[in-house]
């Protein structure tokens, strides 16, 4: 069983930055894939970022609408991993959910953090 607990959601300005942080438990948490996904108020759940596993090194990958804003990062020592969001925009209000496929082909989320940016 994997347990997914996101924090750093609030309330924002636009132009303002928030990190959120996502913490795994499991012994193995390195090597599971995750992303950040989010669900704004009457919109669909929509990929936001998310980092996969390699031996060779993280793979990751960005939605257009936030590439060169959002950096997704991991501390695997910590079974950590992070949201750095800069240049926030209304657009970016929602609910930022933290996601894990095992190698096992089991998947996770975590239970939300908001995020509000105000204009």
């Known amino acids: 069983q994997v347990r997914l607990v996101e924090s750093g959601g609030g309330l924002v300005q636009a132009e303002d930055s928030l990190r959120l942080t996502c913490v795994a438990s499991?012994?193995?948490?390195?090597?599971?894939?995750m992303a950040w996904y989010r669900q704004a108020p009457g919109k669909e759940r929509e990929i936001v970022a998310s980092i996969r596993f390699s031996f060779r090194g993280d793979i990751i990958s960005y939605a257009d609408s936030v590439k060169g804003r959002f950096t997704i990062s991991r501390d695997s020592a910590k079974h950590t991993m992070y949201l750095q969001m800069s240049r926030l925009t209304p657009e970016d209000t929602a609910v930022y959910y933290c996601y894990a496929d095992t190698p096992l082909g089991v998947d996770y989320w975590g239970e939300g953090t908001l995020v509000t940016v105000s204009s």
């Open positions: 499991g012994r193995r948490a390195s090597n599971y894939d």
